[in-house]
């Protein structure tokens, strides 16, 4: 988490793994720490757009007793001519600071690509049928992403999306059609009901492909990418071209029902006039 925070701040910050709201709470310190060190806990939460407990819970959760006590201990970035000017941050600093962590992250996945089983992996999920996407709350967009796409190249996609009963059906029907893999989306923070999905895909005879930030992520293949959490909510840039590459692969893998389904496609979305002819005016 400390990328892009420097100084003091920054190593309190580092290595944790902050909520949307203490995320809140440190952007608003790291720009305005030199007013911060004298403002009360109210203070702090009215400014920062949180309520007061979240600001008692946010400076726990650097270790200390309560903000009394971490304000205590960032005064001297301020007053005993520790870096407060490195502190401080500019909300443009914060965004290029956000963009080059996901550099970063896509640079690690480039330099890791040899390491992950794509090929065979992609050879599997295209040989299935149907081929079950799970992805709930905020990895429901990757998973939707990721089965748009396999759906232009493979013949039955299911998306599931949703928790409770309906995706316990879901699960159930896939496997009695024929199902062998499940492609699991589960990025941070983790749902309780996606790990037991999965422990129930796999009591079922599922195999389980996840698409995560975690390399030690219980499933049978692990694809796993860092997110970036520089600003208030994650962004997922390295798992998408992640999730990508594995679409690719089953591309490869069926390359003669991978054409004739893209040129099936071109017709139907130009006899439908899906999308418009060229530019947008």
Same mark, same amino acid.
């Given at each position: 988490?400390?990328?892009?925070?420097?100084?003091?701040?920054?190593?309190?910050?580092?290595? @944790? #793994?902050?909520? $949307?709201?203490? &995320?809140?709470?440190? !952007?608003?310190? +790291? %720009?305005?720490? /030199?007013?911060?060190?004298f403002q009360s806990s109210v203070e702090l939460a009215e400014r920062a757009g949180v309520s007061q407990p979240s600001v008692t819970?946010?400076?726990?959760?650097?270790?200390?007793?309560?903000?009394?006590?971490?304000?205590?201990?960032?005064?001297?970035?301020?007053?005993?001519?520790?870096?407060?000017?490195?502190?401080?941050?500019?909300?443009?600093?914060?965004?290029?600071?956000?963009?080059?962590?996901?550099?970063?992250?896509?640079?690690?996945?480039?330099?890791?690509?040899?390491?992950?089983?794509?090929?065979?992996?992609?050879?599997?999920?295209?040989?299935?049928?149907?081929?079950?996407?799970?992805?709930?709350?905020?990895?429901?967009?990757?998973?939707?992403?990721?089965?748009?796409?396999? @759906? #232009?190249?493979? $013949?039955?996609? &299911?998306?599931?999306? !949703?928790?409770? +009963? %309906?995706?316990? /059906?879901?699960?159930?029907?896939?496997?009695?059609?024929g199902a062998e893999w499940l492609v699991a989306v589960v990025l941070p923070r983790y749902p309780r009901e996606a790990v037991q999905?999965?422990?129930?895909?796999?009591?079922?005879?599922?195999?389980?492909?996840?698409?995560?930030?975690?390399?030690?992520?219980?499933?049978?293949?692990?694809?796993?990418?860092?997110?970036?959490?520089?600003?208030?909510?994650?962004?997922?840039?390295?798992?998408?071209?992640?999730?990508?590459?594995?679409?690719?692969?089953?591309?490869?893998?069926?390359?003669?029902?991978?054409?004739?389904?893209?040129?099936?496609?071109?017709?139907?979305?130009?006899?439908?006039?899906?999308?418009?002819?060229?530019?947008?005016?």
């Amino acid at each position: 988490m400390a990328d892009g925070y420097h100084g003091g701040l920054g190593v309190l910050l580092d290595g @944790r #793994r902050l909520s $949307p709201v203490q &995320r809140r709470i440190a !952007h608003y310190l +790291s %720009e305005h720490l /030199d007013e911060a060190i004298f403002q009360s806990s109210v203070e702090l939460a009215e400014r920062a757009g949180v309520s007061q407990p979240s600001v008692t819970r946010f400076a726990m959760v650097l270790g200390f007793a309560g903000y009394p006590e971490l304000r205590q201990a960032l005064r001297p970035l301020v007053l005993g001519g520790g870096d407060a000017g490195a502190v401080a941050q500019p909300q443009e600093s914060l965004l290029r600071g956000a963009i080059d962590c996901e550099i970063r992250n896509l640079a690690l996945v480039r330099e890791r690509l040899a390491a992950f089983p794509l090929k065979e992996l992609g050879e599997q999920l295209a040989a299935t049928e149907p081929l079950p996407v799970l992805g709930l709350r905020v990895s429901c967009g990757l998973a939707t992403t990721f089965a748009y796409y396999a @759906r #232009r190249i493979h $013949p039955d996609v &299911r998306l599931l999306t !949703h928790g409770g +009963s %309906e995706l316990a /059906d879901g699960l159930h029907a896939a496997r009695r059609a024929g199902a062998e893999w499940l492609v699991a989306v589960v990025l941070p923070r983790y749902p309780r009901e996606a790990v037991q999905a999965l422990e129930y895909a796999e009591k079922l005879g599922l195999r389980v492909a996840a698409i995560t930030d975690k390399p030690d992520f219980p499933a049978e293949v692990v694809l796993d990418a860092p997110v970036s959490d520089r600003l208030v909510f994650d962004s997922h840039a390295a798992p998408l071209a992640l999730a990508m590459a594995l679409v690719e692969a089953m591309a490869d893998a069926a390359p003669l029902r991978t054409q004739a389904r893209l040129e099936e496609y071109e017709r139907m979305t130009d006899e439908t006039g899906t999308f418009l002819p060229g530019d947008l005016p």
